[in-house]
């Protein structure tokens, strides 16, 4: 089963990460036509930067091998169900097939918070100076040359 060996690979990924200290047990792996393009794992640690999830890592890598935003063609293995900032990057990578192993409840019970992040809304959000950002809307509309993503 195909399944299997993404999703084997991904785990080999995640345990890379953990022995070397790199992040959480998190890897992922991106495939198009049956072939793996990127692998990655969670290298937040490693990186001190909070975005450098399996997912995000993953897609940036196979963007850049494939030159381009756009992987409606592939599809994404990864270890643990993704956070809202990963299904975020999917959503915006247009990959359509996610896979994943652990769910958000098993993260949760090793200290990880992306079911806190999924269930409560603890955001302040503010909106101030629209009209002045929108201005950069109007800037784009007029942009003759630009390229929906
Ligand atoms: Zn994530």
Redesign the pocket.
């Known amino acids: 089963m195909k399944h299997s060996i993404f999703m084997k690979k991904a785990i080999k990924e995640a345990t890379f990460g953990v022995e070397r200290g790199d992040g959480g047990p998190f890897g992922a792996v991106i495939v198009k036509d049956g072939k793996v393009i990127a692998k990655a794992h969670n290298r937040v640690l490693k990186l001190n930067d909070a975005t450098a ?1 399996a ?2 890592e993953a897609i940036r890598k196979a963007s850049k091998k494939l030159l381009t935003y756009d992987l409606s063609e592939c599809e994404i293995y990864t270890t643990c169900m ?2 809202p ?2 299904m975020g990057a999917i959503r915006w990578a247009n990959i359509k097939s996610v896979y994943f192993g652990a769910t958000s409840q098993d993260a949760d019970d090793i200290g990880f918070r992306d079911k806190e992040f999924y269930e409560k809304d603890f955001l302040e959000l503010k909106n101030i100076q629209r009209a002045e950002c929108l201005e950069l809307f109007e800037m784009w509309q007029k942009k003759e040359d630009k390229r929906l993503y």
């Open positions: 999830h997912e995000i993704p956070c900032m990963c």
